[in-house]
């Protein structure tokens, strides 16, 4: 399994905090996943080696909006994501290769079609309700 998306939602009225002050609030709630080696003491990204996963901390951004990409980082393009996460890509990539993800390349159609390649990436949403419960 490579990859994953921890993700927490808050009250439709915490929306309109800054992402700061949101990662604030999930920092003091949530602690570092079990048998997880974090991927830099500022960054909320983790590597289990184990089991080839990278988690990934951030929030609901978007409940209601037309997807153009799952996540994105925090102060980037929220307006066009469902996820924002408190990491950067690079950050996010550098954690898929060390678990041992093989970068690919796009699909191509010119001048004849070959298809994407590289490691199949798995990603999975959890996440907090209203309630606390996770799902």
Not at 34 to 49: A, S
Not at 66 to 84: G, Q, R
Not at 104 to 128: M, N, Q, Y
């Amino acid at each position: 399994m490579f990859g994953g998306y921890l993700s927490t939602s808050f009250a439709q009225d915490d929306a309109w905090l800054p992402p700061s002050a949101i990662k604030e609030q999930v920092e003091k709630l949530f602690q570092d996943p079990p048998e997880t080696k974090r991927m830099l003491p500022e960054g909320r990204v983790w590597i289990h080696r184990d089991e080839q996963a990278v988690i990934v901390d951030g929030y609901i951004c978007q409940r209601n909006a037309p997807l153009e990409m799952f996540a994105c980082p925090t102060d980037t393009k929220e307006h066009e994501s469902i996820v924002a996460v408190f990491a950067k890509a690079q950050f996010v990539h550098a954690a898929l290769l060390a678990v041992g993800a093989v970068p690919g390349k796009p699909v191509a159609f010119e001048p004849k079609f070959t298809p994407a390649s590289g490691t199949t990436i798995r990603v999975f949403a959890l996440w907090h309700d209203q309630d606390g419960k996770t799902s």
